[in-house]
């Protein structure tokens, strides 16, 4: 489903939020100064990455990662509406330990008042990664680690597993189906 042309996906800088535990959603929390910092790492891990597009969530902690690294790139900046993390309703903002909540939801037989159903969003979240891919490439996206859900689904990876903040993954289509590089 998803073309085979190589891009990169970045997760959004730490944020206050990452720090202290608490759930975030759809939230507008920005990068803490450790988030500025991975951010700033990823820019120069990336300074010499062949980019055509920058894509970005409408979220603060992603625009303002993606920012961070198009100083270096150079490149048009597109936000995209479907590339925000999931709505988690009356959870955001609490802290929440996952066990408690996460499988029920991820499962569909269960989810906070007010969540976007997992389904539901990883549908909206392809929209958003296949949306950026239409765009000139190679494509760097930059997200949330919910919306790398949906492309570990599209090319059958470890789906729901956590990804770093602000590392880049670099996936390349081969004759075995998609290599993804982490770092530079």
Known sequence: ???AHPFVFLRHGENVYNRIGRIQ?????ALSDTGRAQAEA????LAGAEVGTVCASPLLRARETADIVNQTLKRPLVVIDELAECG??????QHVPYREWFPRWRAGTG???GAEAYEN???RALRGVMTALGHPGPVLIGAHGGIYWS???ALSLEEGAVI???VPLHHEPDADGWRVVQGT
């Open 121 to 123: 969003f990883v549908a």
């Open 42 to 45: 990823a820019r120069q891990a």
């Open 111 to 113: 989810w906070p008042e």
């Open 25 to 29: 959603g759809n939230r507008d929390v």
């Open 1 to 3: 489903m998803i073309p």
């Open 88 to 93: 988690l309703g009356e959870l955001e903002g």
């Open 151 to 153: 492309v570990q689904r």
């Open 164 to 166: 770093g903040n602000a």
